[in-house]
């Protein structure tokens, strides 16, 4: 049996709906704009798309405590109300993706003032949805760590201002722990569970043993999978292509990964002379570039224009990226196993994150949490991705655990970069657990 130590209590920090698009249609040159004079064009054009929910309980008293989630991590804009039942009164997210893919990647001012731009009329609108006026929030529940500074900022100081004025509860929030809780308010899932958090910003292996009491068993030492598929999808130049208009990067990578073949261009798996449960994908993207910088090559083409070969290379992409994946999981399941963090029956792997809502990816987890005896478990779509309704949920669960509920904001801040948990992944290397192959995961050979 693994001894770990307990999780310290901590007081202080640790969409089904209609969208409406706010800003005109406007193509951006590279080539005669700067980064900064796209920025400012982008903000003067408009806004992004909105989706609300309505609630069936819209109008009707709420006698359950009620939390008031809000969410500015990185470029949505969220806010959602939830009672201690787990229903989700009203909800409300504004979208900044059409705007950044048209600048080539997340511009951190744009994303700034856009949250700016908005966030007022998101939180109105969730507790509009829901018929809830703030007098009757137990709580206020905000994402305050890790994300883009900028983007945090914006929704601190928010919230701060609306607790100070109502006299309300704040419950500060870890994105990272907001995605993993999340599947408590779908499916009742009881702790320990192990979990993946795949993103475009985080990439985590960890053992959920309560609301705050994380085991860290490993994560990304560069980059997340979902920031290098959006950049493999910038370098094909996939917004070109005619099947994946407005799509993002990693969208329109699974998209045309359905009609290739990942036999064609095979890439070298990272970290295989590595034991642990680690994540790299800085590599494997230097060797994806390399590959469409040949083909270009042979093709006789500049960069910009699309390769014949484009769903071959994108299915090739994702089938690597999804092995790595599995690998390191399934090496989380054997230490989890051989140290009884687990329970022997009923185990479960609970995959979230926007990552989490690619199918490819889904389908091998599944097919290795089937081989092990483990549920597998996925929050729905929408909930994989950033969104109010998740921060909200932890909100309501810290409030029940009595686990960092502040009488005031005052002296919170932000913080850009925060773990999630103790962190145990020396003592995985250290058993250097080696994988036996598994023939039934050849499903990606398919």
């Avoid at 309505?54 to 009707?60: I, L, P, R, V, W």
């Avoid at 089938?319 to 022997?344: D, E, M, N, W």
């Avoid at 479960?348 to 199918?359: D, E, F, H, I, R």
């Avoid at 970069?417 to 192959?437: F, M, N, Q, T």
């Amino acid at each position: 049996m693994l001894v770990v130590p307990e999780m310290p209590r901590q007081d202080a920090p640790g969409k089904a709906g209609q969208c409406i698009q706010f800003f005109p249609r406007r193509k951006y040159q590279a080539g005669f704009l700067t980064m900064r004079s796209i920025a400012k064009s982008l903000w003067k054009q408009g806004r992004a798309a909105w989706l609300s929910s309505s609630s069936a309980s819209s109008g009707k008293q709420h006698p359950g405590k009620l939390v008031l989630g809000i969410e500015t991590s990185c470029d949505d804009t969220g806010a959602a109300v939830v009672d201690d039942a787990g229903r989700v009164l009203g909800e409300a997210l504004h979208c900044q993706r059409e705007i950044h893919l048209q600048a080539g990647g997340i511009i951190p001012l744009v994303a700034q003032q856009l949250h700016r731009e908005n966030i007022e009329q998101v939180v109105k609108e969730a507790l509009r949805v829901s018929g809830v006026s703030v007098h009757q929030l137990a709580a206020v529940a905000t994402t305050v760590k890790p994300g883009l500074a900028l983007s945090l900022e914006v929704g601190l100081q928010y919230s701060s201002s609306l607790v100070s004025r109502y006299q309300k509860a704040f419950i500060p929030i870890h994105h990272m722990e907001a995605h993993a809780l999340t599947i408590r308010l779908t499916q009742p899932v009881d702790f320990p569970f192990l979990v993946l958090l795949l993103s475009g910003g985080h990439c985590i292996l960890a053992v959920a043993r309560g609301v705050s009491d994380f085991l860290l068993l490993g994560q990304s030492i560069d980059i997340a999978p979902g920031d290098m598929l959006d950049k493999v999808a910038r370098r094909l130049s996939l917004r070109k292509h005619p099947e994946c208009h407005g799509m993002a990067g990693g969208k329109a990578i699974e998209h045309l990964a359905q009609t290739g073949n990942q036999n064609q261009h095979p890439f070298r798996l990272p970290l295989q002379h590595y034991r642990n449960c680690d994540f790299s994908f800085s590599g494997l993207q230097s060797l994806v570039n390399k590959a469409i910088e040949q083909k270009e090559k042979e093709e006789g083409i500049q960069e910009g224009e699309i390769l014949s070969c484009v769903e071959d290379l994108a299915a090739a992409v994702q089938h690597a990226v999804a092995l790595h994946i599995i690998q390191r999981t399934y090496r989380a399941i054997l230490f989890c196993r051989k140290h009884g963090i687990l329970p022997s029956k009923n185990a479960a792997l609970v995959v979230s994150g926007g990552v989490a809502s690619n199918q490819y990816i889904r389908k091998g987890l599944q097919t290795l949490a089937d081989v092990n005896d483990f549920a597998f478990l996925c929050p729905p779509p929408r909930l994989c991705t950033d969104n109010g309704v998740m921060i909200a949920w932890n909100g309501i669960e810290r409030l029940r655990a009595g686990l960092g509920v502040l009488q005031s904001a005052e002296g919170i801040r932000y913080e850009p970069k925060a773990p999630l948990g103790i962190d145990i992944s020396k003592r995985v290397e250290e058993d250097a657990i080696k994988l036996p192959k598994l023939k039934k995961i050849r499903w990606l050979a398919s």
